[in-house]
């Protein structure tokens, strides 16, 4: 199946620095999402973004498809962005299934 | 966007009972869902493929006797974990999509078999 492999997987960064996640897939994708977990668990969805660049507040996203690769971008970093930031692939071979297959996850701590 | 529910968010139970997860798409129609696992400090892992009207799929090594997956609605499949036992304590998330894009993700449901 599809690999997914994501870096670096620890980060420890100072209040109000940026950083920039890195997903990379091994074949081709009709879907990629990035993810930010929670302390309680729950999933948060950051980007639906199987191509192109998206952009919501703090938070960017840009997928390479051709190149087989995702950044996501966090500027001015809050405590509040502490967790585990999640890519998951859809492999575009899996027509039929559509499930994702998660990368092993960022694990940030933003610290004051 | 769309929304997919998840009951009970924690469940405690003693080794040998069978504890029932529901998981719903509370606006709009879903013929599969997903359940996923996810043990501490770790990333999530494919169980099955629910289908609704018909068999799940499980992926490589899940035990389909053991984990009971029923879609019997549009809107709702279960994940039954029987004969619970401690190494099956987990946290359980089910997806559900609307089509061929965005999946979206239940809260998950936190199992601690006793």
């Known amino acids: 199946g599809i690999q997914v492999e994501q870096s670096p997987p620890d980060l420890i960064l100072q209040e109000g620095a940026n950083s920039t996640l890195r997903c990379n897939f091994s074949d081709s994708v009709n879907n990629l999402q990035w993810f930010h977990q929670n302390p309680w668990g729950q999933l948060i969805n950051l980007f639906y973004i199987p191509s192109g660049t998206k952009q919501n507040g703090r938070l960017s996203a840009t997928t390479v498809a051709t190149e087989r690769y995702s950044l996501l971008y966090i500027s001015s970093s809050q405590t509040t962005d502490s967790g585990v930031y999640f890519c998951a692939v859809g492999a575009a071979m899996d027509t039929g299934r559509r499930a994702l297959t998660f990368g092993s996850g960022t694990r940030l701590q933003v610290q004051p | 966007g769309a929304v997919v529910s998840q009951h009970p968010s924690w469940v405690i139970c003693k080794s040998g009972t069978s504890v029932k997860i529901e998981c719903r798409s509370l606006?709009?129609?879903?013929?599969?869902m997903f359940w996923y696992r996810q043990f501490p400090k770790q990333s999530l892992m494919l169980m099955a493929t629910s289908n609704e009207g018909s068999k799940a799929t499980y992926e490589q090594g899940v035990e389909k006797d053991k984990f009971l997956i029923n879609h019997a609605s549009l809107t709702l499949s279960t994940l039954t974990v029987t004969s619970a036992h401690p190494e099956d304590s987990s946290f359980y998330i089910c997806?559900?999509?609307?089509?061929?894009?965005?999946?979206?993700f239940g809260e998950g449901s936190r199992l601690t078999v006793l």
């Open positions: 997806s559900a999509s609307r089509g061929a894009g965005e999946l979206f």
């Open positions: 606006d709009f129609q879903a013929t599969t």
